[in-house]
Every structure is written in C-alpha cells, then in structure tokens.
C-alpha cells in the first residue's frame, strides 16, 4: 500500500483567475529548484510535497500538521469541461476541487455551476478568493498571507473582511458554511477561504499547505493504493499528432506497462486491446527538445501518461480505462455499466 498524490481541479467563473492562478502555483513551485521544483505529468502538473514544505516555510508555525502524501497533482486544464472528463462511476477521480472566486466580484453563474459539480460528485473543495491586490489600500506582496496581513491598514483590512462576510453569505444562501481559514476549527464541516493574488503570489503558501492538509486529513483512505494492482484510469482526451491518435490519460489507481491489455469504451462501444506505446513527459530541463514525451515501459499512479493503442481513434474522451490481468469479462461488465451512469460527448483535440 502507498499513499498516492490527490488529483486537484480548478473551478471558477471565467475570467476569475483560473488559469493564472495555476501558472502561478506552477512557477512558484519551479523556483524552489532545489526542493524537487515540479514535476511535469502529460495533461497535469505534480508539485512534490517538499517543495510545498519549502514554499509553506514561513507559516510552519502556524499552520502545524504533518504531511504524509508524496505531494499535488494538479489537472492542467482547469474549468468545467475537463472536469467532466474525469468522471468515475459514483463519482469523480478528482479528489479536491480548488473553486477560484474573485474576491471583489463574488459567486457568478459559473461560480454556483462549479460548486454544484463539487456537490453533486461529492468532490470536497476550497475556496481560492482571488484579486486580493485589487482591494483598495492592499499592499499585496508575494508569500504568506498571514504574515502580509499584519502589515495592512485598518481600512484595508477591513475592505477585505467585507468581501469575505460576503462570501460567506452568498456561500451560506447555496448551503455552505465557510470562513476564513483561520478561523476554522472543523474543516469537515466549514469550507476555508483563502485569500489569494494570483498575480503577486499572496496566499499560495497557505493555499497549497491547505489543500494538502484537507487532501490528506479527509482522503486518506481514497489515497491509499496498491502500486502493483492493474491501473485504472480516465481517458482525459484523445490528440491527434501528425496523423495518429494519442489518448491522454489520468491513472488514479495501479501500475500500467506497455504490452498490457486494457479495456476503454468507443464510439460502437466496449474495446479490448493492448498497450503498444506508453509516454511520460520529459522532465522541464530537457523540455527544449523537439519531443516533450519520452516512452517508458511503465507508469504507476497518479499520473497523466500518453497511450498509445491501436484502436485509439475509436476511443471516447472521458471514457473509464483498466488494465485487464485476467476477469475480462468482468471488467467488459463494470466498462458497460459505468458508462451508462455517465452522458458521452466526444471531443477530439
Ligand atoms: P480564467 O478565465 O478564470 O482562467 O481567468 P484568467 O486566469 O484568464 O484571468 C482573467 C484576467 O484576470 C486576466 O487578465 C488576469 O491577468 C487577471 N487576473 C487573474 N488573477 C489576478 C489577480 O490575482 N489579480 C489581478 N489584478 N488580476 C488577476
């Protein structure tokens, strides 16, 4: 048994900071080259649990617990679709959801869709509340929320505990208690708000130590994976590259090797076939280049890896994917019944 890294999405409103929120995370992670950086997955980003150690150094103090999962892997495509991508059978196969809100505009229609999807996949989330530079008087610098804090005027502090009393209602209105972070004693039953800029970088030291406190205090037992078990995982989309299809997948459970047979769902249904190509991508340094994947015999999860089959181009995005050691006929069922608990469009990229 291993425990394995929590699969994070980011939800939001567009135009709420998703997307710089993520490169941020990314680039602060990067910096810290000497605690591991990041680590780069086909389709998701790994931040490895020391360099979130690292970044969460300054408010260790604070924030005591310990940490035992080997780090974050964050989806690379955050919003909506994707994550309908990553659906399982009675759920999700992300674990947490980070939900982006900007801070000086509160919950937006997209807003209450993402925090709906949470519910209904019974996806714990957090909230991210963004723009906090843009708050009158803030004096915003990157690092630890807490500590920049103190050093706010009265007024602007008080400029953001109205946005996020704010919050806390319209969150109170969709069924939610939720607080500041550091005023919860019972994460289980109140969601944190953190306070974050996406574009200096306050917040994230709270924002990743968080998240993986929540990952690891409430997910544990979904966490812990048997290493050699045969992979389990979703197709997160399928490419096409100089003419041959690619299928994009996220392995949440297990070990695949090339050579395996796999079960995945297509456009005339079920498909049993085997495993010719299995890609990672290249670590940052080598990423210049001309290939950003290298092919490697095995992968073991969480990971995003590449798969190359051939019966890729009949495959669906969003389709269920296990390695078959034996019990075809069971896993063909399980493929069978799980899809008709999930509504297919297919996408092609
Ligand atoms: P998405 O649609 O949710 O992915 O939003 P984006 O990440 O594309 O951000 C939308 C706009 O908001 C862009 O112009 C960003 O530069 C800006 N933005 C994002 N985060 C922040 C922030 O923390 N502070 C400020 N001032 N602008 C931000």
Known sequence: MKIRQPIITILGHVDHGKTTLLDKIRKTAVAQKEAGGITQHIGATEVP?????????????????????????????????????????????????????????????????????????????????????????????????????????????????????????????????????????????????????????EGIPELLLLTAGLAQRFLTKKLEIDENSPGKGVILEKKKDKGIYYLDVILYDGVIRKGDTIAFYGIEGPIITK???????????????????????????????????????????????YVIRNNQSKILEQIKEEISSIVFEEKEG
Not at 301 to 313: V, Y
């Open 275 to 321: 495993v010719r190509g299995l890609f990672k991508a290249k670590p940052l340094t080598e990423i210049r280049e001309k290939s950003n994947f290298i092919p490697v015999n095995e992968a073991h999860a969480a990971a995003g890896i590449r798969i190359l089959t051939p019966e890729n181009d009949k495959a669906l995005a969003g389709s269920p994917l």
């Open 49 to 201: 649990i020391e360099v979130i150690e690292k970044i969460a150094e300054p408010i260790r103090d604070i924030l005591k617990f310990e940490l035992k999962i080997p780090g974050l892997l964050f989806i690379d495509t955050p919003g909506h679709e994707a994550f309908s991508n990553l659906r399982k059978r009675g759920g999700s196969i992300a674990d947490l959801a980070i939900v982006v809100i900007d801070i000086n505009e509160g919950i937006m229609p997209q807003t209450k869709e993402a925090i709906e999807i949470c519910k209904q996949f019974r996806v714990p989330f957090i909230i991210a509340a963004n723009k906090i530079d843009k708050i009158p008087g803030w004096e915003s610098r990157e690092g630890s929320f807490i500590k920049n804090y103190q050093r706010q005027s009265d007024r602007a502090k008080q400029e953001l505990e109205n946005r996020v009393y704010n919050l806390v209602s319209q969150l109170y209105e969709l069924g939610f208690e939720s607080d500041i972070f550091f005023r919860i004693e019972d994460f289980r039953k109140t969601v944190a708000i953190v306070p974050v800029s996406a574009k200096t970088g």
